[in-house]
């Protein structure tokens, strides 16, 4: 990007302005300000025009030195970076591009690459001006190469795509603004994540990468792919997206990301040095040099061109880059020179992209590819499925952060300059967007870290709470006009909330951050039995008082002392806020008791949910709108985690599911049952054990059945390991097909002991059948479709026709040998083991109207109201709604980034979020008028960039490749254009990114 300007010590941004008058005028916005001596650079010596040269008659050997450091695993972030606790696992990433940096300059020839923009940006902050001249310099050469240039490598079973666009982003605009164009990564570089998502392959096509290396894959799908030449491929990254927009060059690294066996030269390796002095007796050059050329013959042999890759690294290496370099120069030196004596390998320092592009210049067709690389498995009792749903407090807490993150992007642009700086102090949403960027990585929501380093992920997460909960109080001040202190409840789900327990008097202000309104039903933990509540309108709001569930008062432990919960509907428009008024009456009355019989069924004008008499359990559900009905029992139950004594050693641990059955063990079938039933809502109070229970939920204007589930802490005084799912039985007559979508976006077909690339041998009936969810699954037959909707990322399957199984928690007590060194067994907050809860919400429609239902339903979980609460009577002055559009945005578009880069300049994300077929409704292209989006802020200019903000739409170019499958190629989908600069129209799966010049009204 980086429209060079000349001026110093700022990167310009173009934009086009458009004005009503189409005048189309030009002005500078300034990026984040930049360090004095950033030099503007305009590309022409780094990217592929840096790359070393080739022999096109032999085989081109591409040494690529490289280190993998994990944003956070075994230590946390902080103590990797400064090589703290070596004890742990030494490893000191600041050394590390130290001794690098050094290194490089001795050799004009050598390499290197960085990924983890995270560590980068501290250590660059960390440089005097001379270093980061160096640095800038070798940035310029191509010598230091940024690729993925992500703050972290994300993972990719358990992340959302909204917050790993997030997380690319912040690390691409941080190279972008230091490096300028030198400093776009061109390849994609996801070595380690543990699996593959097809979402993944999408964004990163459309952030302008044209190219995607990753190391692991399913040790059969790679054993058939060298066989066949099919390492490296073409993936088709949408069926909605065009291939030009979303297919993806992808290939498989040939040792994962470890150098090839006898060559790893580390401080920590200990594999034997170049000893070149032939006078000496451990003189070893012609051994190596034939050992060399022999490896590179045979990796040669399963991949298809004249040029092969191999990763001269592994994890946090390179902090002594000198034996790295010293040997690596003589194997480069010794290999070379046996071209004299007719050797046809050339072996050469280069990176990923110097690779990708000899691929690219080879004019080869490659395989098409249209699923993912879910499950992973490197050996047939070890599919790494259970991180999946490992540490699913810390995965819940991700996902809500996530939410306030948006909010709080979208109300620091909304409230303008006082949202930083204003009544309650500073506030800042830059805390929480490193937080949640770091949040990411593959060994953070993933669950696969040391428990004292996600306990440090969580901490980050809540300074971040912190600082945008000051930022929020600020915007809403303004956007209010009342400066009355504001609350907020982080503990509302286990009914804790100082304020409303003890207040007579208070208001809940309701911010939405969807671009359509909400309704929602809120539950505020109170001691009074009496309530009245009016809207913003002074309306009368319909309230009940129910009595706090035994589950809840068991989970809060002394926090917190409501005997009731305040229930209500409340509604929010668009981008905006509804405040509410609450008072209490006097009254003597108490309310109803739970009844301790199960009913027949809870209903009310939408659905209805029937249950067994006899049992207690969940025996039917039928849409009344539709007059859908299936049967349907649900039940918890918990595979016993193997241990290891069974026919391998392999135990479940943060990685890995293994049961060591396949039929799980049932909790109770006959629950404990009470029930609640009022005019606002209505429910089943489940108990199943000690350590479980649910509540199943139906308020009285939804159309979706709510499971609350609350699990812990899980015993395991038997020494069983316990992994606990819930099961939806239903006469969905499924025949082994289940849905599951990717990174919360597109959804893909799963069939039960099937891969679509391969002949799959199934070797673990349940682990090797599960598959991350991100929001959503479902299983439907001709008539009807049942989906179930969560609120974080967790592992599904379908084992059973109609069945689908949802893990919810795990308590482990072996170590699973990944590296993590600790059984997964989380001791929650009075060290007894964690208690989880969470909700499930289930839908069932018909097969081809379910995504008109479920795309806004899970989009209204992952992006949730903000609540907040004032006490007393607010004053007459304060504006009790407020709504930042215009209008409600068109149903098919979803406002994905709303978000303050500089003073005057935003971006703006929208997002089309149904795919081609899914709806008939919505799966249509829409226009939106970006100059009419805003009530209260007005758009100079708008100029598109790619999805990572870090480069102008009309200025990406990425490699095009050929397919064996070109028969295949799906027509081109014709796209709608834009009507006019300002009209911009989202295809179906389309996310258009904008940087939009913007003053306040
Ligand atoms: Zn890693």
Redesign the pocket.
């Known amino acids: 990007m980086a429209e060079s300007t000349g001026q110093k010590g700022a990167l310009v941004i173009t934009v086009v302005i458009i004005t009503v008058n189409i005048i189309i005028n030009t002005v500078t916005v300034s990026a984040r300000a930049l360090p004095s001596n950033t030099h503007q650079h305009s590309g022409d010596q780094c990217g592929y025009k840096s790359c070393p040269a080739t022999k096109s008659s032999m085989l081109n050997v591409h040494l690529v030195p490289h280190t993998?450091d994990?944003v956070g695993?075994l230590k946390t972030v902080d103590q990797y970076y400064y090589g703290e606790r070596n004890y742990i696992q030494h490893a000191g990433v600041q050394y590390i591009l130290d001794s690098v940096v050094s290194e490089l300059q001795k050799n004009p020839a050598r390499r290197f690459i960085y990924v983890e923009t995270a560590f980068f940006y501290r250590w660059w902050n960390d440089q005097n001006e001379n270093t980061r001249k160096i640095v800038t310099q070798l940035v310029q050469e191509g010598r230091l190469e940024f690729v993925n240039g992500g703050w972290c490598m994300s993972d990719e079973a358990s992340t959302h795509y909204s917050a790993v666009i997030d997380q690319m982003t912040l690390g691409l605009r941080f190279l972008n603004e230091t490096f300028g164009e030198c400093g776009r990564p061109r390849v994609a570089w996801h070595i380690?994540p543990f699996g593959h998502a097809r979402e993944h392959a999408s964004m990163f096509a459309q952030m302008g990468y044209d190219g995607l290396f990753f190391g692991r894959l399913d040790y059969q799908d790679k054993q058939r792919r060298l066989q066949m030449k099919e390492m490296e491929m073409v993936w088709r990254g949408s069926e909605s997206l065009n291939a030009s927009t979303a297919d993806l060059f992808t290939g498989v690294l040939p040792n994962g990301y470890n150098p090839p066996q006898g060559f790893c030269w580390d401080q920590f390796c200990s594999d034997d040095p170049v000893q070149d002095d032939p006078e000496l007796e451990n003189y070893n050059v012609d051994e190596l040099v034939t050992k060399f050329i022999s490896t590179a013959k045979t990796q040669a042999d399963t991949y298809k061109t004249n040029h092969i890759i191999m990763t001269m690294g592994s994890d946090f290496q390179y902090e002594n880059a000198i034996p790295w370099y010293k040997n690596m120069d003589k194997l480069i030196h010794y290999v070379n020179a046996q071209q004299a004596n007719g050797s046809q390998v050339n072996v050469l320092y280069s990176t990923p992209s110097c690779y990708l592009q000899e691929l690219h210049l080879s004019d080869q067709k490659w395989p098409l590819k249209t699923d993912d690389f879910f499950p992973y498995a490197d050996g047939p009792h070890e599919f790494w499925t259970g991180y999946f749903t490992s540490r699913p407090a810390l995965k819940r807490y991700e996902r809500l952060s996530n939410s306030l993150l948006q909010t709080c992007n979208q109300l620091e642009v909304l409230g303008g300059k006082m949202s930083r700086d204003g009544v309650f102090g500073k506030g800042d949403s830059d805390a929480m967007k490193q937080a949640m960027a770091v949040a990411q990585h593959?060994?953070a929501v993933s669950g696969t870290e040391k428990q004292h380093v996600a306990d440090d992920y969580a901490k980050q997460l809540a300074v971040g709470w912190a600082h945008c909960q000051v930022l929020v109080s600020n915007s809403l001040a303004v956007l209010s006009e009342s400066d009355v202190p504001r609350v907020f409840c982080e503990n509302l789900n286990i009914s804790v909330c100082p304020i409303t327990e003890s207040s007579k008097m208070f208001s809940l202000n309701v911010y939405n951050p969807l671009a359509r309104p909400v309704s929602w039903s809120v539950r505020l933990p109170v001691n009074g039995t009496l309530y009245n509540i009016t809207d913003s309108s002074g309306k009368q709001v319909e309230n009940q008082v129910v009595p706090v569930s035994k589950a809840t008062q068991n989970v809060r432990r002394g926090q917190g002392y409501a005997k009731y919960e305040l229930v209500f509907e409340v509604q929010a428009p668009p981008l905006g806020f509804s405040t509410y008024s609450i008072t209490l009456l006097k009254a003597n009355r108490s309310p109803a008791e739970p009844n301790h019989s199960a009913p027949l069924s809870i209903q009310n004008k939408y659905l209805k949910a029937s249950f067994d008499p006899e049992t207690g359990l969940l025996s039917g559900l039928t849409n009344l709108e539709t007059q859908q009905n299936i049967q349907l029992t649900q039940n918890f139950y918990w595979y016993k985690a193997s241990v290891g004594n069974v026919d391998s050693s392999q135990t479940s641990g943060a990685y890995i599911f293994r049961p060591n059955s396949s039929s799980p063990v049932i909790i109770n079938n006959k629950p404990e049952i009470s029930t609640v039933q009022n005019s606002v809502v209505q429910e089943v109070r489940q108990q199943f054990s000690p350590w479980v229970s649910q509540v199943i939920r139906l308020y009285e204007n939804s159309r979706e059945l709510e499971l609350e589930w609350t699990i812990g802490p899980v015993p395991v005084d038997d020494n069983w390991g316990k992994e606990v799912i819930t099961r939806l039985d239903s006469n969905i007559n499924s025949a082994g097909y289940f849905y599951t979508d990717s990174n919360g976006r597109e959804v893909l077909e799963r069939r039960k002991d099937y891969r679509p690339t391969w002949d799959l041998k199934q070797t673990e009936p349940i682990a090797g059948n599960y598959y991350p969810i991100n929001s959503r699954a479902f299983i439907k037959d001709a008539n009807s479709q049942m989906t179930v909707v969560t609120d974080r990322s967790q592992g599904i399957s379908s084992i059973y026709n109609g069945s689908l199984e949802i893990m919810l928690h795990r308590r482990l007590l072996r170590d699973d040998y990944r590296g993590v060194g600790e059984p997964l067994s989380e001791p929650g907050e009075f060290k007894e083991g964690l208690v989880v809860r969470g909700k499930l919400l289930l839908i069932v429609t018909p097969p081809e109207t379910a995504a008109d239902s479920h795309r806004p339903l899970a989009q209204g979980i992952v992006l949730q109201p903000l609540l907040s609460f004032q006490q007393g009577v607010l004053p007459h002055s304060a504006k009790l709604e407020f709504s930042a559009l215009d209008a409600a945005l068109p149903p098919a578009v979803h406002l994905l980034t709303l978000s303050q880069l500089s003073s005057d300049s935003v971006l703006l994300r929208l997002e089309h979020q149904f795919e081609k077929k899914e709806s008939k409704t919505f799966s249509q292209p829409v226009t939106v008028n970006l100059m009419k989006l805003f009530s209260t802020l007005e758009v100079l200019g708008a100029s598109e960039m790619s999805l990572g903000a870090n480069q102008w739409k009309e200025n990406m170019s990425r490699f095009q490749w050929n397919t064996t499958t070109d028969a295949d190629m799906k027509p081109l989908w014709a796209e709608m254009r834009d009507p006019s600069p300002w009209e911009v129209t989202l295809n179906p799966m389309e996310i258009r990114t904008f940087l939009l010049s913007v003053q306040q009204k």
């Open positions: 993998h994990d695993w380690d593959h060994d």
